[in-house]
């Protein structure tokens, strides 16, 4: 079975600072991807970046970037010049590959404080 | 334009009752999804059907009910709402999967109430 693990239920940071969020996961699976998905209080669910296991180059979008560590199996999320917008649940979710079924972490709350 | 979307937004209604929550999408899409987020904001899959077959059941009691139609389509019923229902209930949408990966679409949640 897949576990996710996000080990910060809450974290705060500065409005243009820099912040990691954390997440763990255990599979026996060498084909999987992984991802970042954020949830504003509209509770919209918004992808915010994604980690396929086989590349081992990081995978960055704008702002955001990420930490793949696959033999420690772990992957941060980097969120840099922090906005306000950026306010929102974060989930970290892994997909064996060819099977479209998530496991969701249990998330982490960011505020961002101006 | 909205490519998920779901109705209601908000339902509250009482124990014992039999409920339902729509959900279409527009992008399509063959495979659609239900997900359940608890109080705590724990998001678990609940069911998957690709192209109006039914692909992932999960642990969950035989008094809910997913019904496709068609493709664009997948509805929820629940029968005889127990208080632990009370949740946000999101559906999805992806292409079906052949090797690799398909992004999926979520839709704005449904919040149930159960009283």
């Known amino acids: 079975a897949q576990t996710v693990t996000q080990s910060q239920p809450e974290m705060s940071v500065q409005e243009a600072e820099t912040v990691t969020l954390s997440c763990t996961y255990d599979?026996?699976?060498?084909?999987?991807?992984l991802f970042w998905y954020k949830q504003p209080p509209s509770r919209q669910m918004i992808l915010v970046i994604r980690?396929?296991?086989?590349?081992?180059q990081n995978a960055t979008e704008n702002r955001f970037s990420v930490n793949f560590q696959k033999a420690a199996k772990s992957f941060s999320l980097k969120i840099s010049d922090s906005q306000l917008g950026d306010t929102a649940m974060y989930f970290c979710?892994?997909?064996?590959?060819?099977?479209?079924?998530?496991?969701f972490g249990s998330g982490t709350k960011l505020n961002v404080k101006p | 334009d909205t490519a998920v979307s779901q109705t209601p937004k908000y339902l509250v209604t009482q124990m014992g009752n039999d409920k339902s929550i729509k959900c279409e999408q527009n992008?399509?899409?063959?495979?659609m999804y239900w997900y359940k987020q608890d109080s705590k904001k724990f998001l678990k899959i609940m069911f998957s059907?690709?192209?109006?077959?039914?692909?992932i059941n999960e642990t969950v009691p035989n008094r809910f009910s997913p019904k496709s139609p068609d493709k664009a389509h997948l509805n929820l019923h629940i029968n005889s709402l127990e208080l632990g229902d009370s949740a946000v209930y999101f559906c999805?949408?992806?292409?079906?999967?052949?090797?690799?990966?398909?992004?999926?679409?979520f839709g704005p949640g449904t919040r149930l109430t159960v009283l």
């Open positions: 059907y690709n192209n109006k077959e039914l692909i």
């Open positions: 599979t026996s699976e060498s084909n999987y991807y």
């Open positions: 980690q396929e296991a086989y590349k081992q």
């Open positions: 999805a949408s992806s292409r079906a999967t052949s090797g690799g990966y398909n992004e999926q679409f």
């Open positions: 979710a892994f997909m064996r590959g060819n099977f479209n079924k998530f496991y």
């Open positions: 992008l399509g899409h063959d495979t």
